[in-house]
Structure formats: C-alpha cells, structure tokens
C-alpha cells in the first residue's frame, strides 16, 4: 500500500468556511497532485507539483490553492466554501525520472460536503 | 480532443464468472496506458501498464491487452472474487510534456455478487 496519507477523510462544512485538506507522502516523491473526482465521472487535474516552491494549476479551473513549501506536504486550501466545491479530492505523487511512465500513487481522499 | 472512453458504465457478475472490460482512446502521441482499481472511499491503485510495444501484461488473475493501431485496450477480470467489486479505470498518457499528462476514463463500475 502507498505511503500517502489525507486528512480528513470526511468533512462537512458550511458555506464561506476557510478549510485546509491535507496530503502527506513518506516516498521522497518530487512530484504532487491534487484530483477532483464526481461519482461516476473522470478524475479532474486541478493542482500540481514538480517539487519545493513549484506550483501550477491544473486543467481544470479551481478556486483553491496550494502550497509545497516541504517535499513531503502538499495541502490545498479553500478561502470561502460553496456548495459547487462538493466532491472527493484525491492527492497523488510520483518519482520524477521516467515522466508519466511512473505511477502514481494516491491517497484515499477527502470526500467534502459544503451545506 | 483526447480522450478515454470506457464501457460498460457498470456491470454485474457472479462471483467465479469472467468479465472482459473495454476501454477507447484518442490520446495522441501515446505514452502508456495504465488499469487502475478504485474501491469504494479509496484512491486508484495500478493494476497494470502497457507501452506502445507491448500488446499484453498479466497481473495476476487480470490481464491487460494493447492494440495500438485501434487504440483499444481491454481488461479482463478471470475467476472473478467478492473483492473485485470496484471502478477499473483505463488512463491513457501522452509524450507531449514533461508533466506526462494524463487522462482518465469514467470508470467501468464493477459488482460480483455471490
């Protein structure tokens, strides 16, 4: 099993709520994702990572940002919370030699339900 | 466009029977396909990865085939268990970029009953 972890699993928050969904990894990975992902739909690049202080947006729009500040933590932060932001996010990470040949590796997500 | 199309949306099977999953795709130029098993509350987990020059890999009782030309990968689930029940998703990854782009189905929702 990956060595990649999410915290919280479950979270209910009103809407306008500040909240931060961790992401830490213990495999020395360069690189980080995060995923949006709606039942029964793709899984949606939103956030990614080549390592220390790089950040680049996804190709799916998002109002969240993120942070990599520790080769190990990649949290994602939403300022003010709103029913849209409902969904499951998944964070992954991957070695950096060998592109996207290497696998990545996820964590089993944050399921989030903004009220 | 790329994409990755997957079907069945979801299926349903006896424990013990067989089940071969389909998945299409438009990604150009290909990388490498990947298989992932998604359970219920987890993240995917790769069961399998082709290159352009591979047309089969085996993991276990799942085998993964590759046909490059059609660009039609298919999954098939032998002797199939309780613990099967899951989303498999075909990903499909592009050499245009450093990041190693990829792009997800949606996912063939799989459910054996006993």
């Known amino acids: 099993e990956a060595d990649i972890y999410q915290t919280p699993r479950y979270l209910v928050i009103g809407t306008g709520k500040k909240i931060t969904l961790e992401c830490s990894q213990t495999?020395?990975?360069?690189?980080m994702y995060w995923y949006q992902q709606d039942p029964g739909m793709e899984l949606h690049l939103i956030h990614y990572s080549y390592g220390v202080n790089s950040t680049e947006k996804g190709d799916l729009s998002s109002e969240s940002t993120v942070s990599r500040i520790r080769t190990e933590h990649f949290p994602l932060t939403l300022e003010s919370a709103r029913p849209s932001h409902t969904s499951q996010y998944l964070c992954?990470?991957?070695?950096?030699?060998?592109?996207?040949?290497?696998?990545?590796?996820f964590g089993p997500g944050t399921r989030l339900t903004v009220l | 466009k790329n994409q990755v199309e997957q079907s069945p949306q979801s299926l349903i099977i006896l424990e013990g029977k067989n089940c071969t999953l389909q998945c299409n795709y438009t990604v150009s130029p290909f990388s490498n396909l990947r298989w992932y098993k998604q359970d219920t509350g987890r993240g995917p987990v790769s069961l399998t990865i082709m290159t352009f020059s591979e047309n089969t890999k085996s993991n276990g009782r799942y085998t993964a085939t590759l046909d490059a030309d059609t660009k039609q990968s298919s999954l098939h689930i032998t002797a199939s268990q309780l613990s099967d029940s899951a989303s498999y998703i075909c990903v499909v990854s592009d050499r245009g970029s450093t990041l190693g782009r990829l792009y997800f189905g949606r996912g063939t929702q799989l459910t054996v009953w006993p």
């Open positions: 992954a990470s991957s070695e950096s030699e060998g592109g996207s040949y290497n696998e990545q590796f």
């Open positions: 495999m020395g990975h360069d690189k």
